[in-house]
């Protein structure tokens, strides 16, 4: 039963990362079948950064939001935040990771002032945070006003025909693959267990709207168990 609210929560996420920093690229590409990217590219398009502009990845990971980022627009600056040196550790390492800003920082408490950033994003963080509110509050914070904010996450399918096989895919396909190939059975019995425990594209929508972001708007993929849900910072009156 995941507790987001143990007191120990973050060392316990951290240390779960840690373990499987060497395989997460390639599992996450397995385990999407290689549509993984294809979302990155989804979450960039609708930060929309200015040229010169600056963008923050939150919960950044190995850094694929990142260094996608900064390949596809050169001329922006890019900032990856994480709580697991190890998951950045894999991604500075990378063709590109050196024209990177990396903080190991918690997505609770964003160590940058206010409107710091032209876009903020995120990919796969939301659900392994204790408040997701608190989550996008701080995201809020830093954007500059009239900037975006886009979250990429896996959420539970709820009415989906194809919804029982999705669930048999979640509970033995990604545990058996994740567990084989990283050895981390725990890390992906986890993953499952916290996309079924997380919130539906239109609830996180709501929790953006109530973290204060205007025109929320959200796609999904794959089944509706991928969302992109996108919030803009109202410009200043
Ligand atoms: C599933 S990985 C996603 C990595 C990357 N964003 C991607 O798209 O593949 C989740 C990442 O969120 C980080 N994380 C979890 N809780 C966090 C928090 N409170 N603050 C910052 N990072 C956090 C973990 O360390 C991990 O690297």
Redesign the pocket.
Known sequence: MIDKQRPD??AT??G???RI?RH??LL?TLMSLGR?RHW?KFVLKYAAVPPDGSLL??????????LEAKSTYQDIRVTA????PD??KVGKAQAGGGDILWIN????ELPFRDQSFDAV?????M????DVKK?FQEQFRVVQPGGRVIC?DTCPPKYHVMKPLIYLYFKIGITFLGGMVSRQWDAYRY?PESIQAFKTPQELAGVMESAGFANVTYRRFMFDTVAIVIGERPPAA
């Open positions: 929560w973050n996420i951290q779960m990362f840690s920093s997460y690229d996450n993984d990155r990845d939150v919960g950044a990971g190995t850094g694929k939001i990142a935040l994480d709580l697991t998951m950045m920082g918690d997505a609770l994003t995120s990919g796969f963080l659900r392994n945070a204790p989550a990429l993953l």
